[in-house]
């Protein structure tokens, strides 16, 4: 498939920081690269947020591979060597040290805290190659911690759809839900299409979403990362998501911009690559943090211990979109 080996080479060039003078640059490529940075998105952390987000390489420096029945089985593993393969889907990446209660804090689950935030946001391609050319890309986010969740490490997600090289759809995740909106082209926004309930225990609710989407500094989607919960959405102020038995709520405001175009790790991910070198991580299969300890009651009430536990990232193209392709 000449484009995904095309996206291979991006991708070792996004990667590597290494130019590509040697080789011939391809239009097709280049036209591809432009949209993941024009239309990444503008995330606004909260001005209160403590839990900064973090590089995959931050979060690797304080933890350690452990099995489950908490033996470590690696210390000090990095984007190179962590251990790899379908025995890792039983591992975690434990903290260092470990936590002496469900609700200890350790000072780096601060994450990376810089202002402006500067750290990486993960860019999944999938390309289905089919007759409508169509490719969608997946900007992850990684956050070593999320308040009320405990333990739990959080990649949240925001998508969009292309279409012969046209952006038609995006997809705001909040945290096990999320909805989908549709580009329109007289209005220059993203339209509400439809949303998923919140099914959480024995709450399940009909969340309301955003109408609009809206872009800004080009084609920049404007969304806003909840205070400690990080959950995702394109408009200010405070969402509920479960009634009962607890409320939760996420609130958002304009605090720390994120322009994560300006540090983005393009990933043509294929699920039959072993990787080498800087994306050998790739095939590390396990949780992405401390086996569930206290987060219990709180999964039982809110889901998102499910959630966190890491599957997600070895499930790089969540179905945010159903492919209506002919020929797919
Ligand atoms: C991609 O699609 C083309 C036809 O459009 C086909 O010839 C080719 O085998 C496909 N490649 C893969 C990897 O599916
Ligand atoms: C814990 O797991 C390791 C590695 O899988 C194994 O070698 C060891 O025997 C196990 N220990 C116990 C107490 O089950
Ligand atoms: C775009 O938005 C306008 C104004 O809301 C609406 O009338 C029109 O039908 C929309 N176009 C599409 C393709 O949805
Ligand atoms: C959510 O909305 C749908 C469609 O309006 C309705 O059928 C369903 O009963 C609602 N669910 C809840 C939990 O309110
Ligand atoms: C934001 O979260 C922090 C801790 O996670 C908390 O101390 C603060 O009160 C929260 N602010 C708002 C407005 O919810």
Known sequence: MVLSRLLKLLLVVVVSG?????????????????????????VWLHPEEVFFPSSVDFHFQHTE???????????????????????????????????????????????????PVKVSTYVFIRDYNDSCGTVDVVYRSFY??????????????????????KVTKCYVSVHSFGASYTWNDTTNNFQFLEGEESRVAIDVINVT????????????????????SH????????HEYVHFPIHLRDQTERGYPWRTWENLEVVNYDPDTEYEGELHYLGYRGRWGNLKRGCEVFEVVSG?????????????????????????
């Open 231 to 238: 959950g995702l959405w394109s408009q200010l102020g405070t």
């Open 209 to 228: 979403y955003p109408k609009t989407v809206e872009v800004v500094e080009g084609f920049h989607a404007e969304l806003f990362s909840a205070n400690g």
């Open 65 to 115: 591979v452990k099995t489950s029945n908490e033996t470590v089985v690696q210390t000090s593993p990095d984007r190179y060597t962590v251990l790899t393969g379908p025995d890792t889907s039983d591992m975690h990446l434990n903290s260092v040290p470990d936590l002496d209660c469900p609700d200890c804090l350790l000072d780096w689950f601060a994450g990376e805290n810089a202002t």
């Open 144 to 165: 070593p911690y999320n308040y009320g969740k405990d333990v739990c490490v959080d990649w949240e997600h925001y998508s969009i759809r292309i279409r012969n090289n």
């Open 18 to 42: 290494a130019t590509a003078e040697a080789s011939k640059p391809d239009p097709k490529l280049k036209n591809l690269q432009d949209i993941i940075e024009a239309w990444a998105p503008l």
């Open 304 to 328: 998102e211990c499910i959630l966190d536990s890491g599957p997600g990232f070895w499930r790089p193209w969540p179905s945010d979109f159903p492919n209506d392709c002919p020929d797919f």
